[in-house]
């Protein structure tokens, strides 16, 4: 039977992506679209988690007729094993960016990374009192060197619980404590995985859910927090900037550089060397108006967090950015770059060029990028693009005109800013418009896309309905790009979509409904905010009693699977558009479904439609605000300094 094929508007929700995707079609490049479709009859044994191949006397599928492996397996522990690699490799992503950094923060501290340092001594302040370091009599690079060994043993701690867990409120740390859930050193947790899920060891379906949820924990507020944390050192804690996001933020007349990944090192440097007058000389001297920088995924959101660098597109617009024709150099980190990158590239003129030595592609030029020379290296990549803009064909060019304004840069530390000012930077405004009904709560909606459902449409649809429901929005990842490519991210455009207590905040404070807090390991600034708000008092002792729900609408990596376990073990319900691959076992499925309420006060939910998931989350929001006691409707006020002053006298 021919397989289906789509029509193009069914894959994707903005025009700019279903433009590319008949260029692709007349230019003969195949794209993840097009392989999903000869992908499309999923094997049953994958989806429900059935299928083991931990170990060669398989591999193993269950079925009702073999309802055990080799060794005697069932189904329960299959599934729960395979969740539990997947947490592991996920956890394993972000921390291991994150060890990257604390790499770089030890070189920059002894003055052997060229063109980096500490570019926020506050942030260095702030992370040192936290690990007890006494400031007095060091310089910075004295306290970042003492930092970076501290949190260098953040990794490899063997007895030693994270020191991160104290950045959250106390009753989460006491439940992590009682459920027996406390990391130890990050590392160790992985490895840990590991073992426990080699043949013959763990077979206990909850004590193996159990170890996946500590896992996570030590992302969330171990890797992920620690990679957050040291990038504000590094290159500074975001606050809020202008920019543009789509592709047509790709540029004609312009040598384009566009960076690919995770890891913000180069991307930063790649940033700096762009501005340079000479290398913007030699660009001009090729024919081109200048350096158009540009990113992909969330290496993009780095640089937009921190510098306002334009975004092209997210995930599964990747390769779409080359379809442009108008890409002279694509610059690939770590994570979610595809290896068919540079298959598409050879329609063009464009050059994949792969930087991690972890990370290499088959037909992309390798470079090792070496932090003790960054900025030569940005450098020499970015002649690389402008000795490349001549080989350009432009009639194999066509750039979608669609691109939308932005803001970005919402740190805690900004949306801290932005409540209270430079001397009462607090949430209290923010708790207090949650108490008095104007936000009816905060949703978390992070995480990629899928060809399996059309790009942004779920993500899209769903932040709208809340929004109209005085849903504050907080956004990461790919997700954050969604709705930066509709628009939704100004507080011009955004607004008029808001409901009329959140708008009412919104007005008042000058900020969107919808907060980008930046790249993937960024939801860690989610976590942060929800104790934020616990801290701030009003709204309960615990991140599980708060009007608050995560969505991981169209995710689709592993990462994806270890930031929804963190945020369930954190307390917050989380809602997904793609169901895990468990439910081949009941038990795991109630389990994380069901049994962690009563663990964490916090399970996962399957919603695979957006109005379904706003309908949830909204329900969700409802029984916590009537847990607290604020479900009746307070008198409205609008909150103005003389009321700030009141509170803080
Ligand atoms: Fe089969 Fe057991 Fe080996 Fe898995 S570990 S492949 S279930 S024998
Ligand atoms: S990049 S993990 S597709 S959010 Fe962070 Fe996007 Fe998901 Fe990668």
Not at 17 to 22: F, K, N, R, T
Not at 111 to 139: F, V
Not at 146 to 168: D, M, V
Not at 369 to 381: C, I, N, P, Q
Request: charged share 20%; hydrophobic share 40%; proline share 4%.
């Amino acid at each position: 039977m021919p397989r289906e094929k789509k029509p193009i508007e069914s894959r994707a929700w903005d025009a700019a992506s279903v433009e590319l995707l008949e260029k692709a079609g007349r230019d003969g490049v195949v794209t993840a679209f097009d392989r999903a479709d000869t992908q499309q009859n999923h094997c049953k044994f994958g989806t429900q988690g059935v299928c083991c191949r931990i170990c060669h006397m398989g591999p193993c599928r269950i079925t009702p007729k073999s309802p055990r492996g080799v060794c005697g397996a069932n189904a329960d522990t299959i599934v729960a094993r395979n969740f539990l690699r997947e947490v592991a490799s996920g956890v394993a992503a972000h921390s291991d960016h994150a060890r990257h950094l604390v790499l770089l923060l030890k070189k920059a501290a002894e003055g052997a990374a060229q063109g980096y340092g500490i570019k926020d001594e506050k942030a260095l302040l702030r992370m040192a009192g936290k690990y007890d370091i006494d400031p007095a009599e060091k310089t910075s690079g004295e306290i970042a060197a003492t930092l970076a060994a501290k949190l260098l043993g953040e990794f490899t701690s063997q007895e030693q619980t994270l020191e991160t867990l104290n950045l959250a409120p106390v009753k989460q740390q006491n439940i992590w404590k009682s459920m027996n859930t406390v990391p130890h050193g990050i590392d160790r947790m992985i490895v840990e995985s590991m073992h426990r899920t080699h043949i013959g060891v763990d077979h206990d379906y909850s004590n193996i859910l159990m170890h996946a949820f500590r896992t996570s924990i030590a992302d969330g507020w171990g890797g992920s927090r620690i990679a957050s944390m040291v990038s504000d050192i590094l290159f500074g804690t975001p606050f809020p900037v202008r920019s543009s996001a789509n592709l047509g933020v790709i540029r004609e007349d312009h040598v384009n550089l566009l960076v690919h990944g995770h890891e913000p090192e180069l991307s930063e440097m790649l940033t700096i060397a762009s501005q340079d007058p000479k290398i913007v000389a030699s660009a001009k001297e090729a024919g081109a108006a200048g350096i158009g920088l540009a990113g992909i995924c969330c290496t993009a959101n780095e640089i937009l967090m921190r510098h306002g660098i334009p975004v092209a597109g997210n995930f599964l617009q990747q390769e779409l950015a080359l379809i442009t024709g108008a890409i002279e150099v694509m610059v690939v980190d770590v994570q979610c770059c595809m290896p068919s990158l540079p298959e598409v590239a050879q329609a063009y003129h464009t050059e994949i060029v792969a930087t991690s030595d972890i990370a290499r592609t088959i037909g992309a030029t390798p470079f090792s990028f070496d932090t003790d020379k960054a900025l030569d290296s940005a450098k020499e990549l970015i002649k690389k693009a402008i000795d490349n803009f001549k080989s350009r064909d432009p009639k194999k060019v066509a750039i979608p005109k669609s691109h939308k304004p932005i803001v970005a840069g919402f740190s805690v530390d900004a949306v801290k800013y932005m409540l209270g000012g430079t001397f009462r930077a607090s949430f209290r405004p923010l708790n207090d418009a949650v108490m008095q009904g104007r936000i009816f709560g905060i949703v978390g909606i992070v995480g990629c896309n899928n060809p399996n459902s059309r790009l942004d449409e779920y993500t899209n649809i769903l932040t709208k309905e809340l929004v109209k429901n005085n849903v504050l929005i907080l956004k990461t990842g790919c997700a954050a790009i969604a709705s930066a490519k509709e628009g939704m991210l100004t507080p011009e455009s955004a607004l008029n979509e808001a409901g009329d207590g959140l708008r009412e905040v919104c007005e008042t404070v000058g900020i969107p409904p919808i907060l980008h807090m930046g790249s993937c390991v960024d939801n860690s600034r989610i976590l942060e905010a929800a104790a934020e708000v616990v801290f701030e008092g009003g709204l309960g002792d615990s991140i599980a009693g708060l009007p608050a729900v995560g969505v991981a609408p169209e995710w689709m990596s592993e990462k994806a699977v270890a930031i929804g376990c963190y945020f369930v073990a954190s307390g917050v319900d989380v809602i997904l558009g793609n169901a895990f691959h468990v439910f081949g076992s009941e038990k795991v499925t109630d389990f994380l479904h069901s049994t962690t309420q009563d663990i964490f006060g916090a399970s996962f939910h399957h919603c695979p439609s957006p109005e379904k998931a706003a309908t949830t989350a909204l329900d969700i929001i409802a029984a916590a605000r009537k847990k607290l006691g604020i479900d009746t409707q307070s008198e409205r006020k609008l909150f103005d300094m003389k009321d700030r002053r009141e509170i803080l006298v």
